[in-house]
């Protein structure tokens, strides 16, 4: 099993760029996570999916669109990215209330 | 707002000794407070829990004590080793309609030196 899968690993993107990060996990997992680590703030919640069909805004969403595609996958993108948005995305995934299962992340950086 | 206040934000110390992290927060709809380990380039990882009818959990090294009426929880690490070289989140559950809502600490970044 691969657990939580991200890509890309790295992107690059100019002021005003749209781009879209991919999220996959293989543990039939009800629930799944966007966050964004940025130093010094720790991981703040960006959306959430609880189920499959359902999304909802967590902390910090504004500039963010998410996608609950099916079960396995759930997609953040970003519009028209901005300087702000440089920053390491990590997705996450859990069965209902238990433990959350974090990716590797995507190391974002906005020029 | 910081809804998890984390201290300190980096830690040296001694193998062999014993790293200590706090934290605290305000919102009493939480109802779970985890540990994550995270070193670089990877993912957080969960290392330890704790639900607040407990006042203390220990898995291994790793010992959380949780204090309700001050709203405060710590993480200690006795016996550190330069394996346990991290950083450290604290975090806390809120359940929302069919998930979990973790907010995190800030962070500590331990180096354990030989």
């Known amino acids: 099993n691969a657990g939580v899968t991200q890509t890309p690993k790295f992107q690059v993107l100019k002021t005003g760029q749209s781009m879209t990060l991919q999220c996959a996990q293989d543990?039939?997992?009800?629930?799944m996570y966007w966050y964004r680590q940025d130093p010094g703030m720790g991981l703040r919640l960006i959306y959430y999916?609880?189920?499959?069909?359902?999304?909802d805004k967590g902390e910090v969403p504004n500039g963010y669109n998410v996608s609950r595609l099916n079960k396995r996958e759930f997609s953040l993108r970003l519009e028209s990215a901005a300087p702000s948005q440089t920053s390491v995305y990590f997705c996450a995934s859990s069965e209902g209330f238990r433990e959350q299962f974090f990716g590797p992340g995507t190391r974002l950086t906005v020029l | 707002q910081q809804q998890v206040k984390q201290s300190p934000q980096s830690l040296i110390v001694q193998k062999g000794g014993i790293s200590i992290i706090n934290c605290a927060y305000e919102?009493?709809?939480?109802?779970?407070f985890p540990w994550y380990q995270q070193f670089p380039g990877k993912g957080p990882a969960l290392l330890i829990a704790i639900r607040p009818d407990v006042s203390e959990k220990k898995e291994g090294r790793f010992t959380i004590s949780f204090n309700k009426s001050a709203k405060q929880f710590s993480l200690h690490i006795m016996d550190s080793q330069p394996g346990d070289s991290a950083t450290y989140f604290c975090a806390a559950r809120e359940l929302t309609g069919g998930g979990n809502k973790l907010t995190f600490g800030t962070g500590t970044q331990l180096k354990v030196e030989l």
């Open positions: 543990m039939n997992h009800n629930s």
């Open positions: 999916s609880a189920s499959e069909g359902t999304t």
């Open positions: 919102n009493t709809a939480f109802d779970y």
